[in-house]
T-cell receptor
């Protein structure tokens, strides 16, 4: 089983619908992140969380919200999806000590979201 | 000007070639430099990391950082078809900002047998 699991892997939805992307991890890391990847724009940070009670906005948080239900679970919600939120979304984790020194993030396999 | 610039390619080379991948950046406060590799339909995975300037070698891979020129490179020797992937450079600040990575757009590499 993957250390960082994202569900669903693919989702097609319509404008205005509420969508939740879920992430769970078995690595025991305290830090979790949500990124989106767009062709020509690269990876951009949406939200990050250092622990259950510490959630922070990233570079592009508008239109998104998150919930850290437990150390191992971090969900991303689109309250009212719009077409320009069509992208590949990645959840990632990092170790508090090693992550700072090495920049090592452990990514899930991605959730491809299409908003029509 | 974007903080991190990376030529998106695509780059196509024959098997056995030496590959050079590069990124430039504008923020002189970046201290940590990384290269991630992303296979098709997969998440990125860390390939190499360096702190500040200098070279680092790991098998067929060499990472170079030139902070005076704000330029980082990844060299792949004796390239293999299994090296075909998108390579993303990433960098971060020191101290409190070091958890937040700024990524390049990625260079797509194909190694032809």
């Amino acid at each position: 089983d993957a250390d960082v699991t994202q569900t669903p892997r693919n989702r097609i939805t319509k404008t205005g619908k509420r969508i939740m992307l879920e992430c769970s991890q078995t690595k025991g890391h305290d830090r979790m992140y949500w990124y989106r990847q767009d062709p020509g724009l690269g990876l951009r940070l949406i939200y990050y969380s250092f622990d259950v009670k510490d959630i922070n906005k990233g570079e592009i948080s508008d239109g998104y919200s998150v919930s850290r239900q437990a150390q191992a679970k971090f969900s991303l919600s689109l309250e009212s999806a719009i077409p320009n939120q069509t992208a590949l979304y990645f959840c990632a984790t990092s170790d508090r000590q090693r992550g700072v020194r090495t920049g090592e993030l452990f990514f899930g396999e991605g959730s491809r979201l299409t908003v029509l | 000007q974007k903080e991190v610039e990376q030529d998106p390619g695509p780059l196509s080379v024959p098997e056995g070639a030496i590959v050079s991948l590069n990124c430039t950046y504008s923020n002189s406060a970046f201290q940590y430099f990384m290269w991630y590799r992303q296979y098709s339909r997969k998440g990125p995975e860390l390939l190499m990391y360096t702190y500040s300037s200098g070279n680092k070698e790991d098998g067929r891979f060499t990472a170079q950082v030139d902070k005076s020129s704000k330029y980082i490179s990844l060299f792949i020797r004796d390239s293999q078809p299994s090296d075909s992937a998108t390579y993303l450079c990433a960098m971060s600040l020191s101290g409190a900002g070091s958890y937040q990575l700024t990524f390049g757009k990625g260079t797509k590499l194909s190694v032809i047998p």
